[in-house]
């Protein structure tokens, strides 16, 4: 079955670190376009990183420099380090796909996991 | 990197059309035709209605339409159906190399 599952969400400290990760079945994480959309409790989606199949990245301004997005070729896993937390980056975390096919790469997300929660509080 | 614009909520009888607009820029929306549209019931991932301004995955109900003109994407839903009644996001890809989302928009089926 194609399926992304995100674990790793928790309540943590503000200034605190956390990684999130993504397990991928039924697809191969390196060869797509892989995101991370956060969702603030009862507000809209906001993209977060990306990281293309040729492993350049890319921030949202709000995480620039404290978060980092990568993958685990071997595990089929996808990751976001998360430091210096504040109470406004609390949010569930969803991972999503870009789909790949016949070798092109579109620019939207197909799939998407359920998404974990994040707290930051002290 | 600002969100693109979308009314807060719009509503309709069953069987009437809605159409939600998305407002961006002309280094996102206006400058590719990388829209998308996303559903999303309470509690539930997002779920892709429309994408590359308007097409529609397999799967999606012809009820659903995107269209764009200039620095403004649309999405229309026909015949709304009381399960229709869901948040609705627009994004985009950017001329950056990331993805904008709209605000949200809350669709009630009176």
């Known amino acids: 079955e194609v399926q992304l599952v995100e674990t790793g969400g928790g309540l943590i400290q503000p200034g605190g670190s956390l990684r999130l990760s993504c397990a991928a079945s039924g697809f191969t994480v390196s060869s797509n376009y892989m995101s991370w959309v956060r969702q603030a409790p009862g507000k809209g989606l906001e993209w977060v990183s990306v990281i293309y199949s040729g492993g350049s990245t890319y921030y949202a301004d709000s995480v620039k420099g404290r978060f980092t997005i990568s993958r685990d070729n071997s595990k089929n896993t996808l990751y976001l380090q998360m430091n210096s937390l504040r109470a406004e980056d609390t949010a569930v975390y969803y991972c999503?796909?870009?789909?790949?096919?016949?070798?092109?790469?579109?620019?939207?997300?197909?799939?998407w996991g359920r998404g974990t929660l994040v707290t930051v509080s002290s | 990197q600002s969100a693109l614009t979308q009314p807060a909520s719009v509503s309709g009888s069953p069987g009437q059309s809605i159409t939600i607009s998305c407002t961006g820029t002309s280094s996102d929306v206006g400058g590719y035709n990388y829209v998308s549209w996303y559903q999303q019931h309470p509690g539930k991932a997002p779920k892709l209605m429309i994408y590359d301004v308007s097409k529609r995955p397999s799967g999606v109900s012809n009820r659903f339409s995107g269209s764009k003109s200039g620095n403004t994407a649309s999405l229309t839903i026909s015949g709304l159906q009381a399960e229709d009644e869901a948040d609705y996001y627009c994004s985009s890809y950017t001329s950056s190399s990331t993805w904008v989302f709209g605000g949200g928009t809350k669709l009630t089926v009176l």
């Open positions: 999503a796909r870009n789909p790949l096919s016949r070798g092109l790469h579109y620019l939207y997300f197909d799939l």
